[in-house]
């Protein structure tokens, strides 16, 4: 195979893992067929002129230390991402690796990453052919058997993840988002053993839940919608029962599940012209922070031929979706959020950010 790959290496406009699939389009071929073979080719290609990032590092040549294989950990543990040898980051630089040096590097990754890491991270290593030098590259997938580490500083001090284009060292919190991820645990699905069902109060929620499905829920449901968890013939509430509560252990446990509007005079957040904090528990939210909004934009009217019409400065659709989304990240996050969603607007734009 690699005869195969080095052969394919010379040809600067394919990659090799695509040409070892794909034959070379003959001059007989189609112009549609050749138009977007060309197409994605380019697409797939682009990587190297994008600056680096949490899924792409740029080598001129194999670093000191173990710089690869916290890369390698951090990509395992994150999305995913590229290490590209051969080109210089900063200024960017195509080098290109020699052509005597390419396979003895493609073995030192594999080794490397094999030796150094663990659980097992098994990459895809390629050659790509780029302004006619070739370029070693090692893709790594997003693992499933989070959390991945450093094999010779343990999973507490080897632990890396992305951030940016940087490599940090995994906090405990992040350490138990990771382990969740290998669960397959959302956040909100998770128990909170420091309480109980009697000190979670779920009436306003319950009622407004019967009055908009016609439904009752009862304790079944309230199981079934993952909102409680019986053990040891216990009720135990999730994260999810707590911040659709109005209990004060809410407030307590989720400090900064809270909606802050503020409207601003000018471009500058100095002298406030209204503003609003909305604590209600979370599906309650929204309706206030519509209301804020609608009470800090400008309603117009068009006269028509017979009835007027009127229309908001910005579309409520679209607000109200916002708002929507911003809550649904803050549920489905990994770990506690550290600060309360934001809504700014500024007077010289109406609503600006």
């Given at each position: 195979?690699?005869?195969?790959?080095?052969?394919?290496?010379?040809?600067?406009?394919?990659?090799?893992?695509?040409?070892?699939?794909?034959?070379?389009?003959?001059?007989?071929?189609?112009?549609?067929?050749?138009?977007?073979?060309?197409?994605?080719?380019?697409?797939?290609?682009?990587f190297?002129?994008?600056?680096?990032?949490?899924?792409?590092?740029?080598?001129?040549?194999?670093?000191?230390?173990?710089?690869?294989?916290?890369?390698?950990?951090?990509?395992?543990?994150?999305?995913?991402?590229?290490?590209?040898?051969?080109?210089?980051?900063?200024?960017?630089?195509?080098?290109?690796?020699?052509?005597?040096?390419?396979?003895?590097?493609?073995?030192?990754?594999?080794?490397?990453?094999?030796?150094?890491?663990?659980?097992?991270?098994i990459?895809?290593?390629?050659?790509?052919?780029?302004?006619?030098?070739?370029?070693?590259?090692?893709?790594?997938?997003?693992?499933?058997?989070?959390?991945?580490?450093?094999?010779?500083?343990?999973?507490?001090?080897?632990?890396?993840?992305?951030?940016?284009?940087?490599?940090?060292?995994?906090?405990?919190e992040?350490?138990?988002?990771?382990?969740?991820?290998?669960?397959?645990?959302?956040?909100?699905?998770?128990?909170?053993?420091?309480?109980?069902?009697?000190?979670?109060?779920?009436?306003?929620?319950?009622?407004?839940?019967?009055?908009?499905?016609?439904?009752?829920?009862?304790?079944?449901?309230?199981?079934?919608?993952?909102?409680?968890?019986?053990?040891?013939?216990?009720?135990?509430?999730?994260?999810?029962?707590?911040?659709?509560?109005?209990?004060?252990?809410?407030?307590?446990?989720?400090?900064?599940?809270?909606?802050?509007?503020?409207?601003?005079?000018?471009?500058?957040?100095?002298?406030f012209?209204?503003?609003?904090?909305?604590?209600?528990?979370?599906?309650?939210?929204?309706?206030?922070?519509?209301?804020?909004?609608?009470?800090?934009?400008?309603l117009?009217?068009?006269?028509?031929?017979?009835?007027r019409?009127?229309?908001?400065?910005?579309?409520?659709?679209?607000?109200?979706?916002?708002?929507?989304?911003?809550?649904s990240?803050?549920?489905?996050?990994?770990?506690?959020?550290?600060?309360p969603?934001?809504?700014?607007?500024?007077?010289?734009?109406?609503?600006?950010?």
């Amino acid at each position: 195979w690699k005869s195969a790959i080095w052969e394919n290496s010379t040809r600067p406009s394919w990659n090799t893992r695509f040409s070892l699939q794909t034959p070379t389009a003959s001059a007989d071929a189609p112009k549609e067929e050749a138009a977007i073979h060309n197409s994605s080719l380019t697409i797939h290609h682009s990587f190297w002129l994008q600056p680096e990032s949490r899924r792409l590092e740029f080598k001129e040549a194999w670093p000191k230390g173990e710089q690869i294989a916290r890369t390698v950990v951090a990509f395992a543990n994150g999305a995913g991402g590229k290490i590209v040898f051969g080109v210089k980051n900063k200024p960017r630089d195509i080098i290109g690796i020699p052509d005597d040096e390419l396979f003895a590097l493609e073995e030192r990754v594999a080794n490397h990453i094999f030796d150094c890491c663990t659980p097992t991270i098994i990459p895809e290593i390629y050659i790509q052919n780029v302004e006619g030098k070739p370029l070693l590259v090692a893709e790594i997938f997003p693992g499933s058997q989070k959390p991945y580490y450093l094999k010779d500083k343990g999973k507490h001090k080897g632990t890396y993840v992305r951030i940016g284009s940087v490599n940090r060292l995994a906090s405990e919190e992040i350490l138990v988002s990771l382990e969740r991820d290998k669960r397959k645990i959302s956040y909100d699905e998770v128990v909170a053993y420091e309480f109980t069902a009697e000190k979670i109060n779920l009436k306003r929620f319950i009622a407004d839940y019967t009055t908009s499905t016609g439904k009752p829920l009862s304790e079944e449901k309230l199981l079934n919608l993952g909102l409680f968890v019986l053990e040891r013939e216990t009720l135990f509430p999730t994260h999810a029962a707590l911040l659709l509560s109005e209990s004060p252990d809410r407030k307590r446990f989720f400090p900064y599940a809270k909606i802050e509007c503020a409207r601003f005079k000018g471009t500058e957040t100095k002298v406030f012209l209204d503003q609003a904090t909305i604590d209600e528990p979370i599906y309650a939210t929204i309706e206030p922070c519509m209301a804020f909004i609608k009470r800090n934009i400008a309603l117009g009217s068009r006269i028509g031929e017979i009835y007027r019409e009127d229309r908001w400065e910005y579309p409520l659709e679209a607000i109200r979706e916002a708002i929507i989304l911003s809550k649904s990240r803050f549920i489905n996050r990994k770990s506690q959020v550290k600060s309360p969603k934001r809504f700014y607007g500024f007077s010289a734009y109406c609503m600006g950010r």
